[in-house]
């Protein structure tokens, strides 16, 4: 089993910045993908971006310039920073962890964290 634990989400003004991060714990493979989703109020889950265990990274188009993804491996963490924040952005920001054993999928998802971009 794995944990993921968010934490970062808040208040911003339209055009802040916040810095999302997502621990992980528990049964960790040595390669995997972490990615974050979002989802606001009425709207279906998206994803926002993934990173791969080799740095690899994609972007929503929404995001594209204005977030980074970025991960620390050797702490099983993962971040988003985000940029020139929108009204838009506002939502609940999900991290997600993927991995694969013997042909088995194993995906986690955190409890997530709550972004508001509102002035």
């Known amino acids: 089993q794995v944990q993921l634990v968010e934490s970062g989400g808040g208040l911003v003004q339209p055009g802040g910045s916040l810095r999302l991060s997502c621990a992980a714990s528990?049964?960790?493979?040595?390669?995997?993908?972490m990615g974050w989703y979002r989802q606001a109020p009425g709207k279906q889950r998206e994803l926002v971006a993934v990173i791969t265990s080799g740095g690899s990274t994609n972007y929503a188009v929404a995001v594209k310039g204005r977030f980074t993804i970025s991960r620390d491996n050797a702490k099983n963490t993962m971040y988003l920073q985000m940029n020139s924040l929108k009204p838009e952005d506002t939502a609940v920001y999900y991290c997600n962890l993927d991995q694969t054993s013997w042909g088995t999928r194993y995906n986690y998802w955190g409890q997530g964290t709550q972004v508001t971009v509102s002035s």
């Open positions: 528990g049964n960790i493979f040595s390669i995997y993908t």
